[in-house]
């Protein structure tokens, strides 16, 4: 048994207390003075409880969590909590009152076997019913439990997603579990049956659709315009002040609307389960006009779409395929001219995107060469016309 102690830790955005022990009759009036004292003197900032020490909760010590819980604004944070301390936050109903995290299991490479990748993104296989889904850039517990947020907010507003149901560790990084029944990704499927690939390209279409006719909660997305413009405020490394000053021009004469926006959309980030196409990685959705996705998606269809595939015999000619046949069923027509005029659009959003790449996808100086003299050749001398043809982005 542990001896009862509590330390505190203050970060930026935080103030963290340590806890060992028992907080039990004992240590209960040390606990909640130590904790009303150091709120005082720390008024700002999230309260985070780490548990990874702690054996055991009373209910005088879950009283003190409630009082506390009673005049804070920000959500109360346990992590690290053991299985049996977690059992007793269940019982009692504190694991819905406070935001609770279990501490993390770890899993080996004995338990998993790798799908693929994306981005900072790889996935494994665990048996036959369950999908990991590693993060491989360091990325904190906050960001996930952000993508498991805006997840639920995309599979209320009638988005079909994989739901993660646990946090684990691998090598490392935090993962998510997903459970996954004979389901595989759009871009194996077409390695694996070619000749279906104008199938899986409606598949994505409609898919696409139906993100875009989605309409979330009000304020739980960010909007997609921001996020743009953020990127173009960042790129001030490459660009001068008033170039960048028509890219915001650009970015805000895109009609803005409350529909969900993926962010990412590709062959390797759609699964298939039983017929039915489903969303990973929901960390990048956002709320605006469905146009970003559209010359994101273009961008990258028109680039390097090898990489998009992970397949060196998808060709550029098979990925214009893909493209034509998945347009067409996202706009439900055949029709050339309708095509046409959308792509136009499209292609101008697409330019846009490639232009901010810089500063989307953090680069140095000479990957992000080739991206800037695009922009300076292509995009921006054409800022008027381009302006004139954005502001009719309507779906």
């Known amino acids: 048994m542990k001896k009862y102690a509590l330390s505190v830790s203050v970060g930026d955005r935080e103030l963290c207390f340590i806890i060992e022990?028992?907080?039990?009759?004992?240590?209960?009036?040390?606990?909640?003075?130590t904790v009303v004292a150091e709120r005082r003197r720390y008024p700002h900032g999230r309260i985070v409880f780490d548990c990874s020490e702690l054996e055991y909760i009373s209910s005088a010590g879950l009283r003190v969590l409630l009082t506390l819980k009673k005049k804070e604004r920000n959500p109360i944070r346990l992590i690290n909590v053991s299985p049996e301390v977690h059992e007793t936050l269940e019982v009692t109903g504190f694991s819905r009152l406070l935001e609770v995290f279990k501490t993390p299991r770890d899993l080996s490479e004995a338990d998993v076997q790798k799908m693929g990748y994306t981005g900072n993104i790889t996935v494994y296989r665990m048996g036959e019913d369950t999908l990991l889904k590693v993060y491989s850039d360091g990325t904190s517990l906050d960001a996930i439990e952000q993508e498991r947020k805006y997840a639920h907010a995309a599979f209320l507003s009638g988005v079909p997603t994989l739901i993660a149901y646990d946090v684990v560790t691998y090598k490392g990084q935090y993962g998510m579990l997903y459970e996954l029944v004979k389901a595989a990704t759009v871009a194996s499927l077409i390695e694996a049956t070619p000749w279906k690939m104008e199938q899986y390209a409606v598949d994505m279409g409609n898919l696409l659709r139906t993100i875009h006719k989605a309409q979330p909660e009000p304020g739980i997305l960010p909007k997609t315009?921001?996020?743009?413009?953020?990127?173009?405020?960042?790129?001030?490394t490459w660009l001068y002040p008033q170039e960048i000053d028509k890219l915001c021009r650009l970015i805000h004469v895109i009609p803005e609307m409350d529909t969900m926006v993926y962010g990412n959309f590709h062959p390797r980030n759609v699964f298939i389960q039983h017929g039915e196409p489903l969303l990973i990685n929901m960390a990048g959705i956002s709320c605006g006009n469905p146009i970003f996705d559209l010359g994101a998606i273009y961008m990258a269809h028109a680039s390097e779409m090898e990489q998009m595939f992970q397949h060196p015999d998808i060709k550029t000619v098979q990925a214009k395929k893909f493209w034509d046949v998945m347009i067409r069923a996202y706009f439900g027509t055949t029709d050339a001219s309708v095509i046409k005029k959308q792509e136009d659009i499209i292609q101008a959003v697409a330019l846009l995107?490639?232009?901010?790449?810089?500063?989307?996808?953090?680069?140095?100086?000479?990957?992000?060469k080739p991206f800037i003299v695009q922009a300076r050749r292509d995009l921006l001398p054409a800022v008027d016309y381009l302006?004139?043809?954005?502001?009719?982005?309507?779906f």
């Not at 022990?21 to 003075?33: E, H, P």
């Not at 995107?353 to 992000?368: D, I, N, V, W």
């Open 21 to 33: 022990g028992r907080i039990d009759s004992t240590s209960i009036r040390d606990f909640n003075d």
């Open 225 to 236: 315009s921001a996020i743009y413009e953020g990127w173009a405020r960042r790129m001030s």
């Open 353 to 368: 995107r490639s232009a901010l790449s810089p500063a989307a996808t953090p680069m140095s100086g000479e990957e992000a």
């Open 387 to 394: 302006a004139v043809l954005l502001s009719s982005a309507r």
